[in-house]
């Protein structure tokens, strides 16, 4: 009995690991405030049915909220978590289930701090009676409180040639902070940017979608969670992926010097993660005492 309570706690305290199985049951073995961000890509609603299965987007909200709530209770007061989502079309029109899990998380006391907007620069055209090729995906910012840990000159780019012809010759209104005519609370100093070679990014990522998709149907670029990574953690922090897929999230927390925990309930997909991962062996061992573990 004490031996199966002592792995246990040695699995509470295990970084650098793919737990392979249900994420709301592996999100219970996690202790209080352990992770500094989470970066997830759920299965989307009813999509992908005959691969990894699918919610139907009448119950999709219901089925995310008690993940939800163990994404708060593992998350650190000063974590973020950031949710890869699209809503689907059903019937012609957009399903609003992505809106209706935006207002129940907020009533579950997370923040909406912001939208990130996914540009996948790579789509080729499409045409629908209604509609044109989607080409972008939300990454919802959420937040347990106001202050968080955010480095945002970890994500700089280049200035780009609009500074050129725009701060050659500079305005009155261009030499202080003009604050917003519509009291939306931004406001802008142009001159803030003469002579300086990097500027912040906005709030649109370009990035191409994964094309060799690496045995896995639905897997984002590295360089999607590789951006929100630089800039909500620090080096040694802890990265959680709860429907890691190939483990795309940890390869990028690997590459940059971050501690990983994720889950993914097939096993080929787990698979697939330690191989892109180099810890195959490690994560046979796991998946052995994880099953010793669900006898117990
Ligand atoms: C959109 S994919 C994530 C892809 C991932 N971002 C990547 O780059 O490979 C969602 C993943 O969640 C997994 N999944 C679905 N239901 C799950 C559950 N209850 N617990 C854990 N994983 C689950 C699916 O098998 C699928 O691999």
């Known amino acids: 009995m004490n031996a ?58 219901e089925w995310f909220l008690p993940i939800g709530a163990e994404l708060k209770r593992v998350l650190k007061p000063t974590g973020s978590f950031v949710l890869n989502i699209k809503e689907r079309v059903v019937n012609g029109e957009r399903h609003t289930y992505v809106l209706e899990l935006i207002i129940a998380l907020r009533k579950q006391g997370w923040l909406w701090t912001e939208e990130y907007c996914w540009h996948k620069k790579n789509c080729y055209p499409g045409k629908w009676p209604n509609r044109f090729r989607d080409s972008w995906e939300r990454c919802i910012h959420f937040t347990r409180q106001k202050h968080f840990k955010m480095f945002q000159d970890t994500v700089m780019v280049p200035t780009g040639d609009w500074a050129q012809s725009r701060l050659k010759r500079l305005s009155k209104t261009d030499l202080q902070r003009d604050e917003s005519k519509v009291e939306s609370g931004f406001g802008k100093n142009i001159s803030n940017w003469v002579g300086r070679d990097m500027a912040y990014p906005t709030n649109v990522l370009n990035m191409a979608t994964e094309c060799s998709n690496r045995g896995h149907s639905a897997t984002f670029p590295v360089a999607l969670p590789e951006w929100f990574i630089k800039l909500f953690t620090e080096h040694g922090d802890v990265v959680l992926d709860p429907f890691m897929g190939s483990g795309t999230t940890a390869v990028a927390a ?22 892109r991962l180099g810890i195959a062996g490690k994560q046979l061992r796991l998946l052995q005492e994880t099953k010793k573990y669900e006898n117990a």
């Open 4 to 61: 199966d309570i002592s792995y246990l706690n040695n699995l509470r305290l295990q970084t650098d690991v793919i737990h392979c199985g249900d994420a709301a049951r592996i999100l219970r073995t996690l202790p209080d405030e352990c992770v500094d961000l989470i970066v997830t890509s759920p299965p989307y609603a009813d999509s992908r049915k005959h691969t990894y299965g699918g919610i139907h987007p009448d119950q999709y909200v």
């Open 254 to 275: 690997q590459h940059l010097g971050r501690k990983y925990i994720g889950s993914e309930v097939l096993e080929e997909y787990c698979r697939l993660a330690e191989e």
